[in-house]
């Protein structure tokens, strides 16, 4: 059993408007935590590649925010596998401020697919091992079912080499990035994040022009990410 733990402190550049902590750098600390840890066990998409000729890939991140901490606001940062089936790893991520409040709280699924096939690998296959998790799970993190289509095209967003991550596919924060620029700046001086839902379902590369589909209703605003017919991400925000 690990659990990562990190210190760190709301820098300038991941705040907001607000010098709040902007959601696209809480989805990053999400995101960095869970890669840290699977790195702290050994099983890091690095190794995954080398050692298992597979790779783990986010499948869904769901992050709810109680709190969103001030520029300079200091707070700690856990991780750990919370759950595991024969195909995924759902790993918890809770940030804290130094007082143990809790500012934010996420649950990110995790698949490996084997470099050569493409099929999902299980999970003891790259070297995962039910010892490593820590069953104790966080309340409010299930993930949901999303509706197949929504609204039409908000925008089309080409990809380009700076949105890359090292496998050279769109890097998983700049699918949000795109959904957030559909905003206008107004948007955020009024409204707070409450939830951020993503499911990630393919992978986009540089040169290619995605559309942006985006539909509002009472359980608030539903992405579709496609290109050309194909879906590749979806996700829903909820705003107070």
């Known amino acids: 059993m690990e659990i990562y733990t990190k210190d760190s402190y709301v820098t300038g550049s991941m705040c907001d408007g607000k010098l709040k902590l902007s959601v696209l750098a809480a989805d990053e600390i999400v995101e960095n935590a869970v890669t840290e840890l699977m790195g702290d066990l050994g099983i890091d998409g690095i190794v995954a590649m080398e050692r298992y000729k597979a790779m783990w890939l986010i499948a869904k991140n769901n992050i709810c925010f109680m709190r969103r901490p001030v520029w300079r606001e200091e707070f700690t940062v856990k991780s750990y596998i919370s ?8 790993l918890d991520t809770i940030v804290e401020s130094k007082t143990g409040e809790l500012l934010l709280k996420a649950r990110t699924e995790l698949a490996a697919i084997d470099l050569e096939t493409g099929k999902i690998r299980k999970a003891e296959t790259v070297g995962f091992d039910p010892s490593m998790e820590n069953p104790v799970q966080t309340e409010g ?5 999303f509706p197949k289509t929504c609204g039409g095209m908000t ?10 991550d090292y496998c050279y596919h769109t890097n998983n924060i700049e699918y949000v990035r795109f959904m957030l620029n559909t905003y206008p700046v107004d948007h955020f001086k009024t409204h707070e994040p409450a939830q951020l839902e993503i499911h990630y379902a393919s992978q986009s590369f540089e ?8 539909e509002s209703d009472d359980s608030g605003d539903q992405f579709h990410v496609l290109r050309d017919s ?8 909820r705003w107070e």
């Open 83 to 90: 759950k595991h089936s024969v195909v995924k790893l759902n």
């Open 141 to 145: 993190l299930d993930f949901s079912r």
């Open 155 to 164: 925008e089309s967003v080409t990809v380009r080499s700076t949105s890359l």
């Open 207 to 214: 040169g290619e022009v995605l559309s942006i589909m985006k």
């Open 230 to 237: 194909q879906e590749i991400t979806s996700a829903r925000i």
